[in-house]
């Protein structure tokens, strides 16, 4: 198994395994990456932030540009449809940030991103592509790569272009998700597709899409040959998934789920986190869809789901989990 976890490289940026957490928009804040970088993900990306956001230096987008030391390496991800104001955002990113990585969007398919010609748009234009990033390229000293699906639709699947077109231009690394723009996040991510990828580049492929347990970690690696393995949705509630996917492609062994009471710690660490990050109002109500991605697959978890939601304080949010974990110390790991 130890070809499987072999450590790689962006750009000089050594990577120690092949495990990488996906940027996730309002979810990969600082609080919740170093959570999941303490259950051993190589590689961890910041949720994707507007260029004009640090070009205007957004109060609230400033915040977002926050990084514990302890998370690195570290990928920090911008977006944005005008070549000169993605270029500043990227400058500032790079003489600015501790980030160790600029990462771009050309994969995002909600329609607001759309409509700013950014995200998936570019999907249709392997010259855009090539010229964009051939100008962050030539403007920083980090080194840039690129997250981008494998086409705009079934008609336009021009992710071999694409990929060769980042490339050429100087990108550093690509991330591949395995479906389309028009797909969204529905349906089957298709592994030959970024199969075709990692083989038309000689730069570092990391795969996503569709990776939701240990095993599904290493068959990607076998059928697409990738340099790295992205999770996103599946380590929501349950960083776990990383700890036991680093294990599994060292060792092939598959460790065991955790148990309520150790979800409910490691739940509220991340809380304590967000609490110091962006103050208790905010985090108490952002906490709450964590708090049910930690919740779930453990029985009798609907009651104290219905008071989280209600709940206004660190205090009654602290107890509410304490509580429900006690409730919940007979249930045994296998039925989590």
Known sequence: ??????????????????????????????????????????????????DKGIVQR???????????????????????????????????VDKSSNADIIDINMGCPVNKIIRCEAGAKWLLDP????????????????????????GWDEEHLLGVENARAAEAAGAAAIAVHGRTRVQMYEGTANWDWIRKMKESVNIPVIGNGDVETPQDAGRMIAE????????????LGDPWMIYRTVKYLETGELIAQPTPREKMDVCLLHFKRLVQLKGEFVAVREMRKHAAWYLKGIRGNAHIRKAINGAESAGEFTALLNGFADEARAIEPSAV
């Open 224 to 235: 697409t040959g990738v340099d790295g393995v992205m999770i996103g949705r599946a380590a």
């Open 127 to 150: 010259d855009k592509i090539h010229e964009m990033v051939s100008a962050v390229v030539s403007a920083v000293d980090k080194p840039v790569s690129v997250k981008m699906r494998i």
């Open 58 to 92: 957004n109060e609230k987008t400033m915040d977002m540009l926050y990084i514990d030391e302890r998370e690195y390496p570290l990928s920090l991800q911008i977006f944005g449809g005008d070549k000169e104001t993605l270029v500043e955002a990227a400058q500032y």
């Open 1 to 50: 198994m130890a070809e499987l976890n072999r450590p790689f490289e962006i750009g000089g940026i050594r990577m120690d395994n092949r495990v990488v957490l996906a940027p996730m928009a309002g979810v990969c804040n600082s609080a919740f990456r170093l959570t999941v970088k303490e259950f051993g993900a190589g590689l961890v990306y910041a949720e994707m932030i507007s």
